[in-house]
């Protein structure tokens, strides 16, 4: 099945910096890498997410870029505020018994200073 | 659309004790999930089911069983419960076709003691 790892576990940037999140999969196979977002207590929401067809895909100020011959794949955060503050995990699709499921990785909690 | 609902929000067991989580949809998805989700590790996927009376184990399946007897709903039983099931536990569902987004319910917060 697919692992995922991803780094850093916590993340302190101040108001204005950018922040950089990267996961590694190990299933040449996958191809589908969402990212959530879960701020506390809250449920894991979807913020972005790419297909293996393309490099990189950009919404406002997140943007999420993939290597698919390294098979990794990273969250670009620019001009960070308080509110981006939360948890946030990647995911890669998995294949069980030729059905589509989600590989989440161990999660970033991102601290953003005002 | 209410989307994803889960009763109960929090519930603490004692060992040995057995209860149902319910989860139910209201978007008509075919695939539903259950995941927990423990400090520090990220959501671990337990049983998942892509329509009615079609279920499947997940990475973490030992202690728990599920049922799909409707689109809507998927109940996850605990049995025996232990403290190592002290968790939160998501529900999560999305549609059958292109659009890869899972949508997660609240939540349930279930402490074992």
């Known amino acids: 099945g697919e692992n995922v790892e991803q780094h850093p576990s916590t993340l302190s940037v101040q108001e204005g910096d950018s922040a950089v999140i990267k996961c590694t999969y190990s299933d040449s196979a996958s191809n589908y890498f969402p990212w959530y977002k879960q701020e506390l207590g809250k449920r894991p929401q979807l913020i972005i997410d790419i297909r293996s067809n393309v490099g990189e895909k950009k919404d406002q100020r997140i943007a999420v870029t993939l290597n698919k011959t390294a098979k990794h794949f990273s969250l670009h955060i620019t001009e960070t505020q308080p509110e981006d503050s939360a948890v946030y995990f990647c995911a890669a699709r998995d294949w069980n018994s030729g059905y589509s499921t989600l590989t989440f990785g161990k999660g970033t909690m991102l601290l953003v200073s005002p | 659309n209410a989307g994803v609902t889960q009763t109960p929000k929090f519930r603490i067991l004692k060992i040995g004790q057995s209860m149902t989580l319910q989860c139910a949809q209201d978007m008509n998805h075919n695939y539903m999930y259950w995941y927990r989700q423990d400090p520090g590790m990220g959501l671990k996927l337990i049983y998942y089911?892509?329509?009615?009376?079609?279920?499947d184990k997940g990475e973490v399946p030992n202690g728990y069983n599920v049922s799909r007897s409707t689109t809507e709903d998927f109940p996850l039983r605990l049995e025996l419960a232990a403290p190592s099931q002290t968790s939160v536990y998501f529900c999560?569902?999305?549609?059958?076709?292109?659009?890869?987004?899972?949508?997660f319910g609240p939540g349930t917060r279930l402490t074992v003691t």
């Open positions: 999560a569902s999305r549609s059958a076709g292109v659009l890869d987004e899972q949508y």
């Open positions: 089911s892509v329509g009615a009376g079609i279920t």
